[in-house]
């Protein structure tokens, strides 16, 4: 089993950036989604961006597209969030999952198809 590790946990004022890292114990090559997931307090889990293996196509939900960005290293089997503008309804545990070894997803916001979780890290922005 992965084990996938976040970093950059982080309090920000509405507007500031922040950069969360997510690190795999293992080599996935570059042929399994990565994806970044969010919940917040009382809503449900929902997929905030996903990169596939070869690192495109990205694909984000459209509360973050165009101010957060999804990319990866495999060389260093790490997998990053940048997000730019912050809202404060951007507040939530973030957490980064990886998917199955060589399938496409069709749906890669979706939760389903992942089978690898990190723990999760806490972003908190401050109006």
């Known amino acids: 089993q992965v084990q996938l590790v976040e970093s950059g946990v982080g309090s920000v004022q509405a507007g500031g950036s922040l950069r969360l890292s997510c690190a795999a114990s293992?080599?996935?090559?570059?042929?399994?989604?990565l994806g970044w997931f969010r919940q917040a307090p009382g809503k449900e889990c929902e997929g905030v961006g996903a990169?596939?293996?070869?690192?495109?196509?990205?694909v984000y939900a459209d509360s973050v597209k165009g101010r957060f960005t999804v990319s990866r290293d495999n060389a260093k089997n790490t997998v990053y969030l940048q997000m730019n503008d912050l809202k404060p309804e951007d507040t939530a545990m973030y957490y980064c999952a990886a998917g199955p070894g060589g399938t496409y997803l069709s749906r890669p916001l979706d939760m389903s198809p992942y089978n690898d979780w990190g723990q999760g890290t806490q972003v908190t922005v401050s109006s």
């Open positions: 990169i596939s293996g070869a690192g495109a196509p990205t």
């Open positions: 293992v080599n996935l090559g570059n042929h399994r989604y």
